[in-house]
């Protein structure tokens, strides 16, 4: 099983910040990385797939990077609405695994 | 628009079964393998089982395999998860998720989720 290690757990940021999210594969999954992102009391929501292509709908202010075994998730100008829990997940083996999230929390 | 709509959630006794129904709409459902994955309590996402266009290629998570049984109904737009001698580790928010396309493992929709509590 391929897992998958989110740093921080906790992100702490003012509106117009960047941020910048880690998720570290166990092995290498070459490009198939996803990025979601998740509301309290709402379903997640794609953003990213294939490690850099965005979701339809996502906002240029999102964007991914990464292949192999570390990847980024970075959110040049924080909105206020983008404060929420960001899970990446692997798409490239059965069984397919998410992170353990980084919550992004308003400072 | 695409929707999916869970049902089925409730309290159960541990050894118990459930199970759960998601509705499609919006899209082409027999065209889109299906998935679902769960949330406990305060935690991450966690995925459970994924099924292929046809009901026939069917995936689990060890930790549900050989007590849930993924399967769809293509003529009613319809994915059931049948789930069988329930645990208390089992208490989780289901969500089902449409892929993306054949074999992508993206998901780019998601139901609202139903809950599920294993519990005596």
């Known amino acids: 099983e391929i897992v998958l290690t989110q740093s921080p757990a906790t992100l702490s940021l003012s509106p117009g910040d960047r941020a910048t999210l880690s998720c570290r594969a166990s092995?290498?999954?070459?490009?198939?990385l996803v990025w979601y992102q998740q509301k309290p009391g709402q379903a997640p929501r794609l953003l990213i797939y294939d490690a850099s292509n965005r979701a339809t709908g996502i906002p240029v202010r999102f964007s991914g990077s990464g292949s192999g075994t570390d990847f980024t998730l970075t959110i040049s100008s924080l909105e206020p609405e983008d404060f929420a829990v960001y899970y990446c997940?692997?798409?490239?083996?059965?069984?397919?695994?998410f992170g353990q999230g980084t919550r992004l929390e308003i400072k | 628009e695409v929707h999916l709509l869970e049902s089925g959630g409730g309290l159960v006794q541990p050894g118990g079964s459930l199970r759960l129904s998601c509705e499609a709409s919006g899209f082409t459902f027999r065209n889109y393998p299906m998935t679902w994955v769960r949330q406990a309590p305060g935690k991450g996402l966690e995925w459970v089982s994924s099924?292929?266009?046809?009901?026939?290629?069917?995936y689990y998570a060890d930790s549900v395999k050989g007590r849930f049984t993924v399967s769809r109904d293509n003529s009613k737009n319809t994915l059931h998860l049948q789930m069988n001698s329930l645990r208390a580790e089992d208490t989780a928010v289901y969500y089902c998720?449409?892929?993306?396309?054949?074999?992508?493992?993206?998901?780019?929709?998601w139901g609202q989720g139903t809950l599920v509590t294993v519990s005596s």
């Open positions: 099924i292929d266009t046809s009901g026939l290629e069917r």
């Open positions: 997940q692997q798409r490239s083996n059965w069984p397919i695994t």
């Open positions: 092995q290498s999954i070459s490009s198939s």
């Open positions: 998720a449409k892929y993306s396309g054949s074999g992508t493992r993206v998901f780019d929709y």
